[in-house]
């Protein structure tokens, strides 16, 4: 048993420790194995957040770390269609769940655990607050460089148990699109961090423009700027402007993120994006 599992037995009396009970005890152990939890979210939906979540996942993948990805969007989960694991189960040693592992990427999903893609999750606050703490202390993440962890839009249940348990050592990737409607809700999400005190490591702005793949013609189709001006108007990096492409879409809906895809400007975005968030930490 390590000196960290032998402070505190959850009995204030015996310990002299603040006392946790076993989840706390559990999450807070789990997570000390994890360099680095990046939280994904927009206050915006259909802006997305998946897509980023489950590429950024592929990408820190493809460079050698050691990374999970974690879906707490619980009543929209889109991870195991993304990421081609919507027939994977995850097994449970009566201990911790083991999750989906391919190479260096492990996936939890409570879409895996569902009867039927389509079945829906009707659950109040106190159950999904639960839920997070236990996908955060009861799967076997085990050593990790990163661990990615989709948000469902807004700033309810999900995002702050999230944040709350992650509070000293976690991080948030915002994500919106170019229109002004979707920047003044999502500038919810980055006022949500600042009242947390929950670090912004970066502003994404998904179909940002859109590129003829016949004659290479840029396009702005929904307006432009969101994402520098909520970067510069909250003093948080700027990640970059991820294009309209179709290879998205079909990378999204046939389970290959497209950050594998070579001669892709959106990839090649991405990438840059991703190399821009590694700077951060060097």
């Not at 449970?92 to 999750?121: F, Y």
């Not at 307006?223 to 402007?241: D, M, Q, R, T, W």
């Amino acid at each position: 048993m390590s000196e960290e599992e032998k402070k505190c037995s959850g009995n204030c009396s015996s310990c002299g420790n603040k006392c946790e009970d076993d989840g706390d005890r559990k999450m807070r152990l789990n997570l000390s194995k994890i360099k680095r939890k990046v939280v994904v979210m927009s206050g915006k939906g259909g802006v997305g957040k998946s897509t980023v979540s489950a590429n950024l996942a592929m990408a820190l993948s493809m460079e050698g770390f050691n990374v999970g990805l974690l879906d707490v969007d619980f009543h929209g989960p889109s991870i195991p269609k993304m990421m081609n694991m919507e027939n994977e189960q995850p097994l449970s040693d009566g201990e911790m769940i083991q999750p989906i592992t391919a190479g260096t990427l492990k996936v939890m999903s409570l879409g895996m655990l569902l009867e039927t893609p389509d079945s829906p999750v009707i659950w109040r606050g106190p159950m999904k607050i639960a839920v997070v703490k236990q996908l955060l202390g009861e799967v076997n993440w085990g050593e990790l460089d990163f661990l990615v962890i989709d948000c469902p839009p807004g700033t309810g249940d999900e995002p702050l148990s999230v944040c709350q348990n992650l509070l000293e050592s976690g991080e948030a990737i915002i994500v919106t699109t170019p229109q002004q409607v979707a920047a003044t809700d999502v500038s919810k999400s980055l006022n949500f961090c600042n009242q947390l005190g929950f670090p912004v490591s970066g502003i994404v702005e998904n179909m940002s423009t859109f590129i003829c793949p016949k004659c290479g013609e840029v396009t702005e189709i929904f307006s432009k700027g969101a994402g520098e001006e909520l970067a510069a108007k909250y003093n948080v990096p700027f990640l970059g402007k991820l294009p309209l492409d179709p290879a998205i879409c079909q990378g999204g809906d046939n389970g290959a993120p497209f950050v594998r895809l070579e001669n892709s400007p959106a990839a090649d975005e991405f990438r840059k994006m991703v190399a821009k968030l590694l700077e951060a930490e060097e």
